[in-house]
């Protein structure tokens, strides 16, 4: 187990959510435009609180996140609101997975982050798990959030611009919304609260001919 995901490990290690089970607002904003009834997988999925909400409104997910605390505790959230038919919980350190190709309808990335020198591959393989025509929504802290003290990462390396993601991105799906802007990020056991600065993207995965 790698330094940052043990560091997970032991924040997930305990009863509490420590995140809350409130779904990512950005995500509820965009799951009407996923496939009805889909194949999501949602990548750092931590506690589940994303991947379990999915699974509540009719999607069938798959929630991956290499810390076993977090899977473990997204799993028995799934079992408590009686979606655990449609909710497949899995460890694994995506850096190392063996990822899926052309297999998913929806791919849920929600404050996920890597390196720099990962960061490209690893975008690309989530483009590549989707089917053709499946959607990927990310949502990211920003750069010029580092200092804001309202949570996220501390190294400005670690965020991500749009500049950034249009980079990643432009060759390989389509790209229908690509944002910087403001929000209210909630306080919780590891965030402060207050006025974050984030990145949004939303692409769909391009066919053959195009």
């Not at 995500?27 to 931590?46: F, N, W």
């Not at 990962?118 to 990927?136: C, D, N």
């Not at 980079?167 to 909630?186: G, K, P, S």
């Amino acid at each position: 187990m790698n330094k940052v995901i043990q560091q997970w490990n032991e924040k997930y290690d305990g009863d509490d959510l420590v995140f809350g089970s409130t779904p990512n607002g950005f995500l509820t904003t965009q799951a009407p435009h996923l496939k009805k009834g889909g194949h999501i997988l949602c990548v750092g999925d931590g506690e589940g609180r994303n991947g379990v909400w999915l699974a509540a409104q009719g999607f069938k997910v798959h929630s991956v996140d290499g810390a076993i605390n977090g899977v473990t505790k997204a799993s028995a959230q799934a079992e408590q609101r009686g979606v655990a038919d449609r909710f497949t919980g899995e460890c694994a350190d995506l850096t190392q997975w063996d990822w899926p190709v052309d297999q998913y309808d929806g791919v849920a990335c929600l404050h996920l982050y890597f390196m720099p020198d990962e960061r490209t591959a690893l975008h690309h393989k989530m483009i590549s798990s989707l089917k053709e025509g499946g959607l990927f929504i990310l949502e990211v802290f920003h750069p010029d959030n580092v200092g804001r003290n309202c949570g996220g990462p501390k190294l400005r390396e670690l965020c991500y611009s749009a500049d950034m993601l249009q980079a990643d991105f432009q060759d390989i799906a389509e790209i229908l919304l690509l944002e910087e802007t403001e929000r209210t990020v909630a306080p919780s056991s590891f965030h402060n609260g207050g006025v974050g600065m984030v990145t949004r993207l939303v692409a769909r995965k391009k066919g053959v001919d195009e």
